[in-house]
């Protein structure tokens, strides 16, 4: 089973920025989808962006033109840069990896995603 390890949480100002990355034990982001979620306290999982093999990306509109998420298939790494940070964006962020190459329909059905790392905390203050 292939190894997720996310790095890069911490603690933000509203308005600031932080840049989470997940690193892969093996050579995978070039041949399934991948993504990212997060789980507040006391709420459920949710997506937050997901890629397809062809780059292809979706993200939840919660943070549509705030976050971006992007790859690096030599060093295996996935990454989520995110902007304009909310106290509302607290939660524990996860990387993922899907079933397939392509990313399910919808996009974030938590049932679609074979492995997940351990995840790395955010917390953004007003």
């Known amino acids: 089973q292939v190894l997720l390890v996310e790095s890069g949480g911490g603690s933000a100002q509203g308005g600031g920025s932080l840049r989470l990355s997940c690193a892969a034990s093996?050579?995978?982001?070039?041949?399934?989808?991948m993504g990212w979620f997060r789980q507040a306290p006391g709420k459920e999982r949710e997506g937050v962006a997901a890629?397809?093999?062809?780059?292809?990306?979706m993200y939840a509109d919660s943070v549509k033109g705030r976050f971006t998420i992007s790859k690096d298939n030599a060093k295996n790494t996935l990454y989520l840069q995110m902007h304009s940070l909310k106290p509302e964006d607290t939660a524990i962020y996860y990387c993922a990896i899907g079933r397939g190459s392509w990313c399910p329909s919808p996009p974030f059905r938590l049932s679609e995603y074979a492995s997940w790392g351990q995840g790395t905390q955010v917390t953004v203050s007003s």
């Open positions: 093996e050579f995978t982001y070039m041949m399934y989808c």
């Open positions: 890629m397809n093999i062809d780059g292809s990306i």
